[in-house]
């Protein structure tokens, strides 16, 4: 578990290093992954802790004026975030104060 920790941090500071934004895909590969769903089935806490740290990055590119429609994109592909606002299934009908499906 160890190694993994320690390949995560170098990940992280080389990011920081090269003043880069981090991806999923990147991140994946520097842990020897061979895909990101790979990546992203992992039990291992501190992948998943990385994974946040990752999603926290890309959420703030979302108030970026030249990149929140790529951050846009990678969040709702690989995070499962939507900006649609619909309600799916069947409509709620008020009875009496009492909702009936």
Not at 32 to 43: H, P, Q, V
Not at 67 to 95: E, M, Q
Request: charged share 25%.
């Amino acid at each position: 578990m160890d190694s993994v920790r320690t390949e995560i941090e170098r990940y992280f500071e080389q990011i920081e290093q090269d003043k880069d934004v981090p991806s999923i895909g990147s991140f994946a590969y520097s842990l020897g992954f061979y895909s990101i769903g790979e990546l992203m089935a992992s039990d291992n806490d501190d992948i998943r802790r990385a994974l946040l740290k990752i999603e926290g990055a890309l959420e703030k590119l979302l108030y970026s004026k030249d990149c929140h429609n790529g951050a846009k994109h990678i969040l709702s592909v690989h995070y499962g975030w939507s900006t649609d606002n619909s309600v799916s299934g069947s409509p709620l009908i008020i009875v009496d104060d009492i909702p009936i499906a």
